[in-house]
């Protein structure tokens, strides 16, 4: 089946939401979020839009944002993207399960085959869910159940799915993710090393490691660019939200590391997977 890393294909689009005012209330959803700088959070936003852009060479669709979605930006939660497949989650918390409409609809204009989670006793976020490549690593966490991922197994047939119990609050996307083609990166916490030696035990196939400072630096996005040959991208967490995770990063050479912000953001929940969703194929548009 080649190396790890080949089913991260190459990617042509990116979707994200925009950044509404009651985000800044701290009233997110319900959560009682701390209240943040809105015009601070906008301008991360629209940074992080840029470098999709620009600097990744993707086409960016931006959903308009929402007033009573006060947690739409985050919308990474809302489906897990692999080849022509989108499978839309039912996240955790009701209040959020009105913002898949919206993605929903976006990604069956592009062309994607829609899967629906049509068991209401599953839940699933999609930052839970952790692609490599070769298979997907599913975290069971107070966000996503057994029976979330068993709907991701179901849905995609053709890769191994496995679940890694995931402690405390996180994600399992805010513990680790793909540094590289065959290179997990993970935080130094208890609960980020606990879930990469629970996936290490888990697969058959070969990744190095690198260990970094802090769990939200390891939420990244390798991101292979659309012309062949060309180096990939590591989208990442830069020195002014975490400089002691940076000299870590370095150690990715393979890559070409692409820094951004989302201080402001992250006091709402988000963390950079959250923030975009990204199609690794051509869909029919």
């Known amino acids: 089946m080649g190396t790890p890393g080949e089913g991260l294909g190459r990617c042509s689009h990116a979707l994200i939401r925009g950044v509404p005012e009651s985000l800044a209330s701290g009233e997110g959803a319900g959560a009682g979020l701390p209240a943040l700088d809105l015009a601070k959070a906008q301008r ?144 130094s916490s208890e609960a980020a090393q606990k879930a990469v030696r629970a996936m290490a035990a888990l697969t058959d196939h070969p990744y190095a490691s690198l260990t970094l400072p802090d769990d939200a630096a390891a939420d990244c996005l390798f991101l292979r660019p659309g012309l062949p040959g060309a180096t990939p991208f590591l989208l990442h967490r830069g020195g002014g939200d975490l400089p002691n995770s940076q000299e870590g990063l370095q150690k990715l050479s393979d890559v070409t590391l692409v820094p951004v912000s989302c201080s402001e953001l992250e006091k709402a929940g988000a963390g950079l997977s959250s923030l975009c969703l990204v199609l690794s194929t051509r869909p029919h548009c």
Do not use: Y
């Not at 009573?68 to 919308?75: A, I």
């Open 44 to 187: 991360e936003h629209g940074v992080l839009g840029g470098k999709l852009r620009q600097r990744l060479g993707l086409q960016l669709l931006e959903l308009p944002p929402e007033e009573s979605l006060p947690l739409g930006p985050l919308l990474g939660d809302t489906a897990v993207i692999q080849g022509d497949t989108a499978l839309i989650t039912r996240p955790w918390s009701p209040a959020r399960r009105p913002e898949v409409d919206g993605v929903r609809q976006a990604l069956q204009d592009l062309g994607l085959r829609i899967v629906e989670v049509g068991d209401e006793s599953a839940t699933l976020d999609g930052t839970d869910v952790l692609f490599t490549g070769r298979e997907f690593f599913v975290g069971l966490s107070k966000w996503t159940n057994h029976r979330g991922a068993e709907i991701v197994a179901d849905t995609f047939r053709d890769f191994a799915v496995s679940t890694v119990p995931v402690s405390g609050a996180s994600h399992l996307r805010g513990l680790c993710g793909m540094g590289g083609p065959r290179t997990v990166v993970a935080g």
